[in-house]
């Protein structure tokens, strides 16, 4: 499995990004940004029209993806090969299993070749299928579309469902009848995307957006009237927490859920009544979370009070539902993560994750007898679909590994038989006994064991020579799951090692592994990741300098830190979106996303501390004089949550300060935000470039 050669053709000499010295103090201290102009002053306009963007930032960007293009050139056949590769392994006319809610099934499906999903339903005793909504028709004549909800009324007789066009979030809700298949007059613009909907149909709650881009206001929706005209229900006014809307299981409450990464606060509306006010369940403590299912006359809540670090869930009355009358269902048990609890009409339903790899657990409510779902292999992915119905004896969870395609199957609760329901296919054949999976460990400076899922051809020798593709991200408590991947087969069956690093900043191993990478403590995050390169070394898989870093978003920020902590581990570095300006964004109060983060990388301006932790390893501000690995940066202009100025500051930093290696490159989607492109094959072309760039920095990319 010799890898190809790919054309490195000599570069043009690289854009030069002006230097315009931005000074500014604070805690003391001096900071100097000279790339501070790229920020367009009138961002917040550009997030709703890229065309806004201000002439001359604009012509810089489009130089650098000129740049890029350039140091690509003579790879456009190898990336089509990569693409088709990755579409051979997608069955193009798939589709979900139908989910029953009373008399019919709900389910997406796409048609072959469509880039977006059809939202679609039959009768539940089988029939012929209705196309609710085209999402190929829907995206026609967009360069960007997204849809967002799309969720049937209680009659089943209409659809509220969203759309962003321009990939900065901001979605527009449209109302259907699903008998005609027109829409209604209803828009309501500027929301999060999703809504619920009350249970006579008569209208919907969905959460709006603010001047900011932050989720903030709860408003009511009655079919028929003007969207300026809609009730506001709930407004939160602490910058740093954001709001989303839920429902429980029973379809009684819709819950309005404020919080930040710390600290959460539910309200509960009684969904039948098109008037009722939000009633508080239990006022907002700091680093106090918790999350409300309801059964009977009973709330059903998941939280880390007391103590309990992992989560517990307790139970309280829906009268009275306050901490005062919580008492203890499934008590606290460290080093056991409660990920997610669901109330049926006779069963709790539990995901919890122990040693980094998930089970379910069903709970009988009548008798508290418990079974567990469990799978054997050393590393896998395992979640629950929560479904639509209440009263059933049903549920229905997904299994893969980095082997295994993903099996959907259905638990009966009364007899503990499981069905399949679907195995993913992968048209272009997979023999899963062709691979290998394992977990390793990485021992942390501090002597901590990073857990590493892995996966590579059964074939490849083991004697340090094969080339690695690093993964990582390590924020906000997020797990990487070892999940089926099946875009990662064109590196593997090219002999690359790939492997997930499960570092501090995630909950892989309870919620301890998360606070050890937060704050005070992220730098652990940076440390794990290198010390799982070393790992990786030391067992053989991989060798120095054979290693290519990918991570996306705080992942970014990620590949930012160990670019500068250890550039010789690496031959190349993938940084999607990359979140690596941390400072002046913690500084930018004005950004969407910055004061909920606070609680997970500390307040700058007010808190001194914080200041001196994040100036310590922001990537941004670390960039120093030494040779850096090649480095491809993806990002997209519309993104509200990591700016398009974050890369191209650390682009044109990087450039005119390394020493050597490289090169150093910027993409920029000048049509997407933060998840780039939208259709599902158009977004294979975004990971083709990436893994040309792997393929390219192993093989020899000539600066």
């Keep these: 499995m010799k890898l190809e050669r790919l054309p490195s053709p000599v570069l043009p000499p690289a854009p030069a990004a002006p230097a315009k010295p931005h000074v500014f103090e604070l805690h003391g201290e001096r900071i100097r940004d000279d790339y501070a102009w790229l920020k367009a002053e009138n961002w917040k306009d550009v997030l709703k029209n890229p065309q806004a963007l201000d002439s001359s930032i604009r012509e810089y960007l489009e130089r650098e993806n000129a740049y890029t293009a350039a140091a690509f050139a003579g790879t456009e056949a190898f990336q089509q090969r990569l693409v088709a590769e990755m579409r051979g392994r997608i069955k193009e006319d798939d589709s979900s299993v139908p989910q029953p809610d009373g008399p019919y099934s709900y389910f997406t499906r796409y048609r072959e070749g469509g880039q977006h999903p059809l939202v679609c339903r039959m009768p539940r005793d089988g029939g012929a299928e209705t196309i609710m909504l085209d999402g190929d028709k829907e995206a026609d004549g967009h360069a960007f579309f997204d849809l967002g909800g799309a969720d049937h009324s209680p009659d089943h007789r209409l659809m509220v469902w969203g759309s962003d066009v321009k ?288 996966v590579h051809r059964r074939e490849i020798a083991l004697d340090g020579t094969a080339p690695c593709l690093l993964y990582g991200y390590g924020s906000y408590g997020m797990s990487m799951s070892a999940s089926f991947r099946t875009g990662i087969l064109s590196l593997v069956d090219r002999g690359f090692v790939y492997a997930i690093a499960h570092i501090r900043g995630g909950t892989e191993k309870g919620w301890r592994w998360y606070l050890d990478g937060k704050r005070e403590k992220k730098t652990n995050t940076f440390t794990d990741f290198i010390a799982c390169g070393e790992a990786l070394i030391a067992a053989g898989y991989t060798a120095r300098g054979r290693i290519v870093a990918h991570g996306g978003s705080a992942g970014g920020m990620l590949m930012g830190a160990v670019a500068n902590l250890a550039p010789n581990l690496f031959a190349g570095i993938v940084a999607e979106v990359p979140f690596v300006d941390v400072l002046n964004t913690m500084l930018d109060a004005d950004l969407p996303l910055t004061p909920p983060e606070w609680p997970e990388w500390g307040n700058p301006a007010a808190d001194e501390a914080a200041f001196r932790t994040i100036l310590s390893y922001s990537p941004y501000d670390n960039v120093k004089p030494q040779a850096y690995p090649a480095i491809l940066a993806l990002a997209g202009l519309t993104d509200p949550r990591v700016t398009y100025w974050e890369p191209a500051k650390w682009v044109a930093k990087l450039r005119s300060t390394a020493t050597g290696g490289g090169p150093i490159l910027l993409r920029l989607n000048m049509d997407a935000g933060h998840g780039g492109a939208s259709g599902r094959f158009d977004r294979l072309e975004e990971v083709a470039i990436a893994y040309t760039f792997a393929i390219k920095t192993v093989a020899g990319f000539q600066n």
Excluded: C
């Design 167 to 454: 990939g900065s979030e901001y979605f527009t809700l449209r109302v259907r009848d699903l008998e005609s298949g027109e829409n209604f007059a209803d828009e309501v613009p500027h929301t999060s995307g999703g809504a619920v909907w009350l249970n006579d149909s008569s209208g919907f709650y969905y959460v709006e957006l603010d001047e900011n881009h932050r989720p903030v206001r709860v408003r009511r929706h009655m079919l028929g009237t003007p969207a300026d005209q809609d009730a506001v229900i709930y407004e939160e006014k602490d910058p740093g927490f954001f709001v989303k809307l839920g429902v429980t299981q029973s379809d009684a409450f819709v819950l309005i859920e404020a919080s930040d990464h710390e600290t959460s606060e539910v309200y509960l509306i009684d969904r039948t009544d098109p008037t009722a006010t939000p009633r508080l369940v239990e006022p907002r403590t700091p680093k106090l979370q918790y999350d409300v299912e309801h059964h009977g006359d009973s709330l059903i809540i998941l939280t880390n009070a007391d103590g309990a670090e992992d989560f517990k869930i307790v139970t309280a009355p829906v009268a009275t539902p306050g901490r005062a009358h919580w008492r203890d269902l499934v008590p606290y048990r460290p080093g056991v993560m409660i990920l997610f609890v669901m109330a049926l009409a006779r069963y709790l339903v539990r995901l919890e994750r122990e040693n980094a790899n998930p089970r379910i657990v069903l709970r009988e409510i009548a008798t508290g007898r418990e079974e567990t779902i469990a799978f054997e292999e050393d590393t896998y992915s395992l979640g629950v679909d929560p479904g639509y119905e209440f009263d059933t004896d049903t549920i229905r969870y997904r299994y893969s590994s980095l082997t295994t395609p993903t099996e959907v199957y259905d638990y009966d609760l009364r007899t503990a038989e499981r069905t399949l329901r679907k195995r993913q296919e992968v048209p272009s054949g997979h023999n899963p006994a062709d691979y290998v999976t394992r977990r390793l460990f990485a021992t942390a400076p501090d002597g901590e064991q990073v857990p590493i899922s892995i």
